[in-house]
């Protein structure tokens, strides 16, 4: 049966296309919707902590100010240009292009350098001698994967079809030795339009809204089978899909990658139905059906 998606909003009303209240709704009450309270206090804490290190008297960074911030990038997106000073020009390129000028979004380019150089997302402790170097990097990030999912859980209300696959957060830096520097795993695949950070996700197969997001890292990537007995494709997908376990039946959608009769069984005890590929992974599949 066909499920209505819908957001919860911060006054426990639902918000979902032919809701009423959709068109009284500004973009900002929808960023505020979807990126997690949580998550923003926490990076204007850790983002202050770094300005007043690296700046005397630095002015404090508020909530409202770090999405103004967030704004601004976005919005260069739009423009070509050299070097990000560029943006704040105030000079014409040519008669028929109107200059950048930034600075009518009310932040001057030398408080953006400041947020830029000081943006942390995440709290990352000293390295002990226990952790190794790719848990160390890894901090970096941790936080903001975990809130995310957090928030995804507790607000949003899926559709009845799930889809679970992979993304690619591409690498644009150099190659080489340079690669460790910047990403703790590199995933470079052939059978990959791009190279960079892989990261297992779900998304609403309706709305197309992201719900949980899951970064491979090197020491799970190679992993076969865990302590319970499931395969990795299996595991990584219930893991996905836990914050809807044995509620409303839905159906998820994967690729080759999560798909075997382990993953079928495994699905079907959590309240799901499961539609996959058939390709190498066909321990315990009737093979009449595929002669």
Not at 28 to 33: A, E, S, W, Y
Not at 153 to 167: G, H, L, Q, R
Not at 254 to 259: G, L, P, Q, V
Request: hydrophobic share 35%.
């Amino acid at each position: 049966p066909s499920i209505q998606w819908y957001w919860i909003d911060n006054f426990g009303e639902k918000i979902y296309p032919s809701s009423r209240n959709l068109s009284a709704i500004t973009w900002l009450q929808i960023f505020n919707q979807v990126f997690s309270k949580e998550q923003l206090s926490l990076i204007s804490s850790l983002t202050n902590e770094k300005i007043s290190i690296a700046i005397v008297r630095g002015k404090k960074l508020t909530e409202g100010e770090l999405i103004k911030f967030f704004g601004i990038v976005i919005l260069a997106t739009r423009f070509e240009f050299a070097a990000r000073r560029d943006l704040w020009s105030q000079t014409k390129k040519t008669k028929y292009e109107e200059a950048p000028a930034f600075g009518r979004t009310g932040m001057s380019r030398n408080r953006f350098d400041q947020i830029w150089s000081s943006l942390t997302f995440s709290k990352q402790t000293e390295k002990t001698s226990t952790m190794t170097w790719e848990e160390h990097r890894w901090m970096l990030i941790d936080d903001f994967i975990s809130n995310f999912n957090k928030h995804r859980a507790t607000y949003y209300y899926p559709s009845e079809k799930i889809c679970v696959d992979e993304s690619i957060s591409r690498w644009y830096g150099l190659g080489g030795s340079w690669i460790d520097v910047g990403l703790p795993t590199y995933v470079a695949m052939e059978r990959k339009p791009e190279n960079g950070c892989e990261i297992q996700n779900c998304c609403d197969g309706k709305s197309g809204i992201m719900l949980q997001l899951r970064v491979v890292k090197s020491c799970d990537a190679d992993a076969e089978e865990s302590d319970d007995g499931l395969n990795h494709g299996t595991k990584i997908l219930l893991d996905l899909v836990k914050p809807w376990w044995n509620k409303t039946r839905r159906v998820v959608c994967a690729d080759s990658y999560f798909s075997s009769v382990q993953t079928v069984i495994a699905c079907r005890s959590k309240g799901f139905q499961f539609i996959g590929v058939v390709k190498t992974s066909t321990k315990s599949y009737p093979m009449n059906y595929l002669s």
